[in-house]
């Protein structure tokens, strides 16, 4: 199945020169959805993930059905102020803007081996910092994993010492 095909490249969103990648039409084809958390989810299972997580918020269309299909919990990455508890926070920067990155404090256990989940990776700030957050609780990164790589951003560089997988390149 070509999940690149059902990709939309939109041009100059959300700003000039951003050659955004819509993966709204992805997901509404059920075929294709359906493949695309499949591939995933064969790479967590040889991972042993205990738990999935992901960022908002394109992260949680790919990390909360990756989670049910292999019936592990899953926890949220917000952005800053959206979670109720107690969090730990961390700055970054991305492909556009910047963000203040949060997770609850109690959503992971010392020891656990966790994969990150996301529909995108450009830069690698998100995941990295997401990898930080999850450091920081006592969790063990043992794969990032999304649907599409920009590798023209080299966000893998960033992520170097961690198991990176992607389904789909540009
Ligand atoms: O590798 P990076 O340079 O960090 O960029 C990738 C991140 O950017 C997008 O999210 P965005 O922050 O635009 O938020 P959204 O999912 O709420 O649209 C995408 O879903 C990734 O999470
Ligand atoms: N080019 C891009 N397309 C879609 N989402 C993105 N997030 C960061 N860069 C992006």
């Known amino acids: 199945m070509n999940l690149k095909e059902k990709i939309r490249v939109i041009p100059d969103f959300p700003?000039?020169?951003i050659r955004f990648k819509d993966i709204t039409t992805l997901l509404q084809d059920a075929g294709s959805f359906h493949h695309a958390i499949d591939e995933l989810a064969d790479y967590v299972r040889g991972r042993q993930a205990?738990?999935?997580?992901?960022?908002?918020a394109r992260g949680f269309v790919i990390a909360a059905p990756l989670a049910y299909a292999l019936g592990k919990g899953f926890v949220p990455v917000r952005k800053k102020g959206k979670l109720p508890a107690e969090t730990v926070s961390m700055?970054?920067?991305?492909?556009?803007?910047?963000d203040i990155l949060e997770m609850h404090k109690d959503a992971?256990?010392?020891?656990?081996?966790v994969?990150?989940?996301d529909d995108l990776l450009a830069t690698g700030g998100t995941t990295?910092?997401?990898?930080?957050l999850v450091e920081k609780l006592g969790g063990i990164v043992v794969g990032v994993a999304f649907l599409i790589e920009l590798t023209y951003l080299n966000?893998?560089?960033?992520?170097?010492?961690?198991?990176?997988l992607s389904l789909v390149q540009y």
């Open 50 to 56: 205990d738990v999935i997580v992901g960022p908002e």
């Open 91 to 98: 700055g970054y920067e991305l492909e556009y803007g910047k």
């Open 108 to 113: 992971i256990r010392p020891g656990q081996r």
């Open 128 to 132: 990295l910092t997401a990898i930080k």
């Open 115 to 117: 994969v990150i989940a």
């Open 155 to 164: 966000g893998r560089e960033k992520l170097s010492g961690y198991d990176v």
């Open 15 to 17: 700003e000039k020169g």
